[in-house]
């Protein structure tokens, strides 16, 4: 794992035991409870975003196991049918997963690594309301944006210039990512790897494409250029 890695997953993991333990006073002093637990992965077919660097260090843990081609495979294909999706919530009408779920027991394969997307979205709303068939849709989440800011600050601080807030699915960032970690250490596994980014966007058009293509209403806006004035899109 490379320096740089390793400094984003410890600031991960800084910022997400932080944020648990202030998210599980608030919970108590509010009669409320983190309801998500492992097995229930409806957000894991969201729409769910990273940057470059988080998609290295998801990139190194992926490829650290047996099944990584599976799951790369499963990245390729996740981009290749939300193809010009850029609204969460019809990504999910898609049901395309994660790649790095593990579709039968609902659980995620590489946790430790995962982006801060995903670390810091969580519910106090029963877990079974996130789904789209729910009856009852109603779903509560706190705004966890500054830890989230936290981490892009961090990827932009790293990145070569020009430091630009750029993201992309998960899936996308991963294929990326790995086809970064295979070359750069002259990996045998890079020739399995490179087809399967053939045909995607880069991090940066995908970027672009998703603030052109998206429906904002004022609010929205109002949204977008806060968190890309803070450093994360």
């Given at each position: 794992m490379s320096r740089q890695s390793r400094e984003l997953k410890r600031l991960l993991e800084g910022l997400e035991l932080a944020t648990r333990k202030a998210l599980e006073e608030f919970c108590r002093r509010d009669g409320k409870a983190i309801s998500c637990k492992k097995g229930c992965s409806a957000c894991c077919y969201l729409l769910a975003t990273g940057m470059p660097v988080e998609g290295v260090v998801l990139a190194e843990a992926v490829l650290a196991r047996p099944d990584w081609l599976a799951i790369l495979t499963r990245a390729r294909e996740a981009m290749l049918l939300g193809k010009d999706v850029y609204d969460r919530v019809k990504w999910m009408q898609l049901k395309i997963p994660c790649p790095v779920l593990d579709q039968t027991t609902g659980a995620c394969l590489?946790?430790?690594?995962?982006?801060?997307?995903?670390?810091?979205?969580?519910?106090?709303?029963?877990?079974?309301?996130?789904?789209?068939?729910?009856?009852?849709?109603?779903?509560?989440?706190?705004?966890?944006?500054?830890?989230?800011?936290?981490?892009?600050?961090?990827?932009?601080?790293?990145?070569?210039?020009?430091?630009?807030?750029?993201?992309?699915?998960?899936?996308?960032?991963?294929?990326?990512?790995?086809?970064?970690?295979?070359?750069?250490?002259?990996?045998?596994?890079?020739?399995?790897?490179?087809?399967?980014?053939?045909?995607?966007?880069?991090?940066?058009?995908?970027?672009?494409?998703?603030?052109?293509?998206?429906?904002?209403?004022?609010?929205?806006?109002?949204?977008?250029?806060?968190?890309?004035?803070?450093?994360?899109?």
């Open positions: 590489c946790y430790d690594a995962r982006t801060a997307c995903c670390r810091f979205h969580f519910s106090v709303s029963p877990p079974e309301n996130c789904s789209l068939e729910a009856t009852d849709k109603t779903v509560i989440y706190p705004n966890l944006v500054e830890a989230e800011q936290a981490v892009w600050r961090f990827c932009i601080d790293n990145m070569p210039e020009p430091k630009l807030p750029i993201a992309g699915p998960i899936a996308l960032v991963l294929l990326l990512g790995a086809h970064t970690v295979l070359y750069e250490e002259n990996d045998p596994r890079f020739k399995e790897v490179e087809p399967l980014v053939v045909g995607l966007p880069n991090c940066m058009d995908w970027s672009m494409s998703c603030i052109q293509n998206m429906d904002w209403n004022e609010s929205d806006t109002e949204v977008i250029k806060t968190i890309i004035r803070n450093g994360g899109l």
